[in-house]
């Protein structure tokens, strides 16, 4: 099971970006897809969830409004569309692949695979 991240990069407060995750080794429409973030010192943060049976969303208050999660079921790739970036959500960015929704699924114990991910860095 491989889960590759990419799309980060060094953007400017207001700015957007859109992160992609590509999965290969598991039946990806089967799959709950999350993304979370981290920095240092700090526990991995849940972002934005999506459920592939019927495209059914979760996201974290902080990035509601401003982020989206979409999911194409027929190239096994989820995307995180980051808009009105703030120098608070500079951050490494993970994706994840689990079989839990419902509250597990705003949890990093409730996924099973994770990408290497992708560092995010919005200045001010």
């Known amino acids: 099971v491989q889960l590759q991240a990419s799309g980060g990069g060094l953007v400017q407060a207001g700015d957007s970006l859109r992160l992609s995750c590509t999965t290969s080794?598991?039946?990806?429409?089967?799959?709950?897809m999350g993304w979370f973030r981290q920095t240092p010192g700090k526990d991995r943060e849940f972002v934005a969830s999506?459920?592939?049976?019927?495209?059914?969303?979760y996201y974290s208050d902080s990035v509601k409004g401003r982020f989206t999660i979409s999911r194409d079921n027929a190239k096994n790739t989820v995307h995180l569309q980051m808009s009105s970036l703030k120098p608070e959500d500079t951050a490494v960015y993970y994706c994840?692949?689990?079989?839990?929704?419902?509250?597990?699924?705003?949890?990093?114990?409730?996924?099973?695979?994770w990408g290497q991910g992708t560092q995010v860095t919005v200045s001010s």
């Open positions: 999506i459920r592939g049976s019927d495209g059914s969303s």
């Open positions: 080794g598991v039946p990806f429409w089967s799959f709950i």
């Open positions: 994840s692949a689990g079989t839990n929704w419902g509250p597990r699924a705003l949890a990093a114990t409730g996924y099973t695979y």
